[in-house]
């Protein structure tokens, strides 16, 4: 019953969100009803940190206001006029079907064992405590909690994480407030509400770049980038924060090759849409709006709709916009401007060794990275302040000590999307077959994209500028990275862009009669399609298939743990004391699970180890050991 609870809650939020917004833009109909939907999600993101963090307003009254302004939004539709109505109906539930299937599969069959982490514990828990605090508190009492040393592991978490990007957790808080007794399984649904966002931007995109009428074939081309191995990464690492702003961040890429145009026009309406989504995504995820704004100039630089004369025209209204952007995003100053100089401060100085990790599907589907023994000796060998020489040579020794001799054939591929396809020895052992194909695999993909590339930069086309300011910022900035030593930078830049790069591949660009024709390689979104198929595929103790994709920093911590929350078990519980104390990860992150549980099961904790039910009069208490996680 409760999967089909929060499947009602994600499509009534859905209909009320696209409901609220063509009723406040129905003289812009031009907008299709899911540009509306995300900009009616970027207007709520705004409004929902006004309401908590500079208003002070309960959580669970920002829910109640919502939800009643949505409900209504609907009824209001329905009188006013009920085809478009269920033209809004049928299109939703026809994009959110599939990543709501793939949601309600996966958590029946697969279970929390599955969705209670997946590859970033640290992060994931880090959001799920935030959003807690939150549900249980008004910010002016976050602000006044006691920072102690002997406070339990959870309040140190999240009042810690609580001024680190914290509209993510704001929302799934949003999310909590639902009548549900599996706190992790409304997490993970939240996951999938904003893959259905991502799922609509790149809808939106392809319906504004490609000329394809059939709404399903639009449908399965979106599908290619929504459960690609880019979106998937983003995913499976925990990313929540880019997760929640990369549909706003694709929204804003199809609008740029119009902003000009739109610009000298004077059409008010999309320079607020547009001023609107960028300022959502300056609060959501401060590093992927420095991303876009980069991308943004370079591309104006490069396009012809953009000269210094239309500039000097349109001074005013650019000033004008600009200063509706510092206005809706000053409130939230403390998590936006004050965090991105905390950050670039941090990026310019602080290097991270992450990007082993995170970054070692690029050398193939099975190196080394897999096995502990080589992270082990690679961890004691690594060393921050070797040059880039040392350290490639190092990493290549330590490959070939571990005889995968072949892994330069497996970057290529990698790099652009297919690290799955690399190291195919399920299918044979035999190693000259493995060398055949790799070679051949790294010389079509090579044609494809030469051959795409060179067509690109004969073409001067709006949407084409757009991929050469992708690739000027991914070659400058990279190099830029590394030489500075911010590997793991490199790698979430590589991420942050990887929706142009999706299309890059995906599309072949010609011109004929002075028009640009996209047309969509069939056979490379079938390639796409494999990567869920293939990763999803095998259940392995919740971790599914084993690889270099970061499905989990270590494989103990679902191999040897059983990650189940027994309601039953807590009925006459009214004190509970966790007996973890943190002699090491595992036990942090059992403590941190049961203590998350009980909250939500409104629980609170009365010393750093002892948590007791609300308005309980009775002393019967539940002492927890690790016994409760054997399999």
Known sequence: MDYFIVIFFIEFLLIGLSSIGFILAKRFLKFSYL?????SYSIFILLINYAYFNLSININLIFWFFSSIFAFSIIYLFFLDKKVLIQKLKLIFTISFIPLLIFLMLSIFYGEQYYVFRGNY?????YISSALLILKNNFNEISNINNSLNIPIFLEVATTNIYYRPSASLVLSFFLNIKNSNLFLLSFAFKFFLIIFILTSIFDFISSHIKENNLYVKLFYSLSFTFSFWTFYIYEIEALSHLASLPLFILLLSQTVNFFENLNKKNYFFLTFFTIVLGALFVIYIELFCIYLLLFLIYAFLSRDCNFKILIKNFKIILIFVSIFILITLPLYEFTYKFLIIQIRSGLTHTQDWWAYYGGFIIGRQNPITSEVFVNNFQSLIDSKLSLNNLLFLIHEELLNFNYKYYFLNIIPSFFGFYYLTDIKYLSNIEILNLFFLILLNIIILIYVIKNFINIIK?????IQLIKSYFIILISFSFILVFLKQYWSAIKLYFYLSPILWFYLVASFQVKNNNLQIKINKYIILLFIIFPIYKLSYFNDGITRYD????????????????TFNHEYFKNCDLVTLNFYENNKIDRFKNLYLSFNLIFSDYK??????????????ENNCEIYNEYFKK
């Open 35 to 39: 540009r509306i939907l995300l900009l």
């Open 459 to 463: 073409i001067n086309h709006n949407i």
């Open 548 to 563: 270099a994709f970061p499905s989990i920093l270590n494989k103990k911590f679902k191999e040897q743990v059983t990650w």
């Open 122 to 126: 640290w992060d994931y828990f880090n």
């Open 605 to 618: 904790f009365i010393n750093k180890y002892t948590l007791k039910k609300t308005h309980s009069t009775g």
